[in-house]
């Protein structure tokens, strides 16, 4: 496996940890137990998540996340709790991935997961406070329901095709990048609003 291809699934797994950090994991566990996943050599490492107690935990969290991820504003509550546990899940996983025996690839690895990883809470946080602002609550469980969908689907993908796995790492990444901006305007927007006199204030 090459280094691009190996930065890729890092990568993406990263990111998608930032999103559903339990489900990533129980996934890639299941999927390994399941031998839909066959990982090389170079990812043994990763075997420790087809550990019944790991996958046991980590689904019992994801089905916790799966129903809090949908009712309004305990969504954003639970996105705040997990603002330092996320970008930590996804720095792990990152460095579970590259290779054992480079420290400064560790390093690095460590470093960009976990970054990789807020960059993907962030914009996720920032998209559902700006959806939680809408008056009716079915935008907010559609939207759950698309990234938990999502997250399965593109974690199956970086694994099973590690050749695109970096592709749809900057994919993920330039998406993160676009609502984390989005959601600062529409939040500003709606302060501005609010700051706006009335009549009545002006006179």
């Keep these: 496996m090459g280094i691009m291809e190996i930065i890729g699934i890092a990568g993406s797994v990263s990111l998608l940890a930032g999103w559903r950090l ?3 994991i129980f996934a890639t566990g299941l999927a390994m137990r399941l031998g839909a996943i066959p990982l090389p050599d170079h990812l043994q490492s990763l075997d ?43 720095a792990l996983l990152a460095l579970a991935i590259v290779d ?34 809408s008056p009716e609550p079915v935008s907010n469980a559609v939207v759950s329901s698309a990234e938990d969908v999502a997250s399965v689907g593109l974690l199956f993908l970086a694994y099973q095709f590690p050749y695109v796995a970096l592709a749809i790492a900057l994919v993920l990444l330039a998406l ?18 609010r700051e706006v006199p009335t009549g009545s204030e002006k006179l």
């Design 22 to 24: 339990y489900l990533s």
């Design 48 to 90: 420790v998540l087809a550990n019944p107690w790991v996958m046991g935990i980590a689904a019992f969290a994801a089905g916790i996340e799966f129903l809090a991820d949908k009712v309004m504003w305990l969504d954003s509550a639970w996105d705040a709790i997990h603002s330092f546990v996320r970008p930590l899940g996804g």
């Design 100 to 133: 054992p025996g480079d420290p400064a690839t560790q390093v690095v690895a460590f470093l960009l997961g976990g970054g990789a990883a807020f960059t993907a809470h962030a914009g996720k946080a920032g998209a559902r406070g700006v959806v939680n602002a």
């Design 176 to 193: 993160m990048m676009w609502l984390i901006v989005a959601a600062r305007k529409v939040i500003r927007s709606l302060f501005a609003r």
